[in-house]
């Protein structure tokens, strides 16, 4: 298995940028370069949904509709780090962010899908 843990959350006003990144380390053997990997968040009073998913060599991507074109997912898998750029951030994009990773090297969008998860970090976009 491996350790998520995610840092560069926010506040950040309408139209403005963040940079979320998640460090990997891995357990049991278990490499991060092996892993597809997800982008998840959640909102007060809603479920956690999908946001954007990477496959292991970072060749294929996923996004929510939500986001598309405004979000960018990347891994460098040498340094174990995945990124999601957020850029144009409206204040409906107010979130609990978590990064997600599983061996299935399919690109899934359900959270029952992924293994691990990091603890989340907090994105807040002002009007």
């Known amino acids: 298995q491996v350790q998520l843990v995610e840092s560069g959350g926010g506040l950040v006003q309408a139209g403005g940028s963040l940079r979320l990144s998640c460090a990997a380390s891995?357990?049991?053997?278990?490499?991060?370069?092996?892993?597809?990997m997800g982008w998840f968040r959640q909102a007060p009073g809603k479920e956690r949904e999908f946001v954007a998913a990477?496959?292991?060599?970072?060749?294929?991507?996923s996004y929510a509709d939500s986001v598309k074109g405004r979000f960018t997912i990347s891994r460098d898998n040498a340094k174990n780090t995945g990124n999601l750029q957020l850029n144009s951030l409206k204040p409906e994009d107010t979130a609990v962010y978590y990064c997600?990773?599983?061996?299935?090297?399919?690109?899934?969008?359900?959270?029952?899908?992924?293994?691990?998860w990091g603890r989340g970090t907090q994105v807040t976009v002002s009007s």
């Open positions: 997600a990773a599983t061996p299935n090297k399919v690109l899934h969008i359900q959270r029952r899908a992924y293994d691990y």
């Open positions: 891995s357990v049991s053997g278990h490499t991060f370069s092996s892993y597809t």
């Open positions: 990477i496959s292991v060599s970072g060749g294929s991507t």
